[in-house]
């Protein structure tokens, strides 16, 4: 890899800052300038996570910096990325719709899945964008981690499409061994929606936890995955 941002991944970093610098935030017009945040030739340094469209001004402001006088605070690559995505959701929180998602043994007419079978909803509840989903399935038994569902639509890698008011159902198998256990079996689940212009929003992972009794799943949100994408 030469260090170079494909032409795709420029025009979609401008679309995602709406040509705004994602430093200080003025509208440039033609006035702006795809940087890198970690130096060229640095492996991975043209993956478009290493970008950030900036102003001629801001361009030079993010190199200024001697080593041997240090003066003043240089600008941390987690800084510049945690900036950019600030103002990348600022101009395309819009383009995503509200989305509901749900675990459930449920069937029609009160019939009910059992396991290691189990039941998703994912509901497109915005009025006019239509968007794509991934969803990510992590199981855990007891202590232990069983690793993502092993099938493409349930770990993340395959897009789903979502017209505005359409749900979509879907179902996958836990690993066997689940059916017969006693421990507690919760499900972690991660949805990402891209929007129309293929920025990925990873809402915050929900957790399941099964009730044997009832068959049945209840909703355990958790608290300790951070917010932003950047590990802050
Ligand atoms: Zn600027």
Request: charged share 20%.
């Amino acid at each position: 890899m030469n260090g170079k941002f494909s032409e795709n991944d420029k025009i979609k970093c401008l679309l995602w800052c709406d040509r705004h610098c994602c430093l200080c935030g003025e509208a440039c017009g033609t006035n702006i300038e795809i940087a890198h945040i970690s130096p060229k030739g640095e492996s991975d340094s043209g993956n478009i996570d290493n970008a950030i469209p900036l102003c001629f001004d801001c361009h030079s402001e993010i190199g200024r910096y001697n080593e041997d006088h240090p003066k003043g605070n240089k600008y941390k690559p987690l800084e510049l990325k945690t900036r950019r995505e600030q103002i990348y959701d600022k101009y395309t929180n819009h383009l995503v719709p509200t989305i509901y998602f749900n675990i459930t043994q449920d069937l029609p007419q009160g019939q009910k899945r059992n396991l290691p079978d189990v039941g998703i909803v994912v509901t497109h509840q915005g009025d006019s964008i239509p968007v794509r989903f991934s969803v990510a399935v992590q199981v855990f038994l007891g202590s232990k981690d069983l690793g993502l569902v092993n099938l493409s639509q349930y770990n993340g890698e395959s897009l789903w499409n979502l017209n505005p008011h359409f749900g979509v159902s879907g179902h996958f198998p836990l690993p066997p061994e689940v059916v017969e256990s006693t421990e507690r079996l919760e499900l972690r689940v991660s949805v990402t929606v891209i929007d129309q212009y293929g920025r990925p929003h990873k809402l915050l992972p929900l957790g399941w936890i099964y009730m044997k009794d009832r068959n049945s799943w209840y909703l355990e949100p958790i608290g300790n995955e951070p917010i932003s994408g950047c590990g802050l």
